[in-house]
């Protein structure tokens, strides 16, 4: 009797807890088929790209803030990974390609309100980056809960790319499907008894970045031109290309005059130049010659007897 009953619960339980979770996204990353309609981007945008993110949402209690016990999503943050080319487990150390962080920043309130406040930034290896607002649509609960998904996982969602770096790989993204979460969701209201109380939960899910036929074009020159600059900008060929630029450096730059022996000079100017007249010493004259000189002076006295 007890099976019965416990295959009765989890006939009603397990369709609405997986609700927008698929077990065959565990060991690989969706595809367009895996997409809802309601969630499902423009007929024109393809998707490019997906990626695989793990990391934790924090919530914070606030019962007080509306008069009713209520959870605020006050951060997120998740590493990412790509799926391209990959096999499961995607979350490999080493493998990062980008982060996506949620944060709010509207000065204007005191707490973070996820439907207004909070927008998702998801950046690149290559420096390149886009955020998100509110989604557009969603698979779970009524429109405009605070947290939409079930009790276990969050929801499938659609969202519109707001604004992004003006080059690089996802500036050319215009829509992003969340798909394929696990765990995350928001604690339940009356777990929010205490004013601050803070709760982080671990949450994975993948992000599929979708374009149009223009962003296409540009995402495949670009990967073409990312790959040539991986494969020639190694530390080893870096090295090289500096050595070189040393070396042409060296070869062009002027070298230092030798410094030539000096001259012999001439014997004119080795031999000391003689003193003017009026600077050279007169020799001593005999005694006869000077008197003869000067009449006037006394003759040299002479010996008395």
């Known amino acids: 009797m007890k099976f019965f009953i416990t295959a009765a619960i989890l006939s009603i339980t397990v369709p609405f807890t997986l609700a927008d979770f698929l077990p065959s996204l565990l060991n690989a990353a969706p595809t367009s088929s895996d997409v809802k309609e309601r969630i499902t981007p423009p007929a024109n945008a393809t998707v490019y790209d997906v990626w695989y993110a793990k990391g934790r949402r924090v919530y914070q209690c606030n019962p007080e803030k ?12 998740a590493l990412l990974y790509p ?17 996506m962080a949620a944060a709010p920043l509207n000065p ?13 930034i998801y950046s690149y290896k290559d420096g390149s980056w886009l955020g998100t607002g509110r989604p557009v649509a969603t698979t779970t609960k009524e429109e405009g809960r ?41 604690p339940p209201p009356d777990h929010c008894t205490q004013k601050g109380m803070i709760v982080s939960k671990p949450f994975s ?25 991986v494969r020639e900008y190694t530390p080893e ?26 001259a012999p000079k001439p014997a004119v100017q080795e031999e000391e130049a003689p003193k003017p007249a009026a600077q050279e010493e007169e020799a ?6 000077e008197q003869a000189a000067n009449p006037e002076a006394p003759a040299a006295s002479e010996g008395t007897v």
């Open 66 to 77: 509306t008069g009713f016990q209520h959870w605020y999503t006050v951060q997120t943050h």
């Open 83 to 99: 799926t391209k080319g990959e096999q499961a487990p995607f979350d490999v150390d080493g493998k990062e390609i980008g982060q």
């Open 108 to 120: 204007e309130h005191q707490e973070a309100n996820p439907i207004d406040t909070t927008p998702v």
């Open 146 to 186: 605070v947290e939409r998904g079930d009790s276990v996982h969050l929801d499938d969602h659609f969202a519109t790319v707001s604004k992004s770096s003006t080059d690089g790989y996802l500036s050319h993204a215009k829509y992003i499907v969340r798909l394929g979460s696990t765990d995350g969701v928001v």
């Open 205 to 229: 899910a993948y992000f599929m970045f979708y374009t149009d036929a223009e962003g296409i074009n540009q995402v495949e020159e670009e990967e073409k031109e990312w790959e040539r600059m």
């Open 237 to 262: 060929k870096l090295a090289a290309v500096e050595k070189q630029k040393m070396e042409a450096a060296e070869s062009y730059a002027p070298k230092p005059a030798v410094q030539e022996e000096e």
């Open 284 to 289: 001593p004259k005999p005694a006869a010659q």
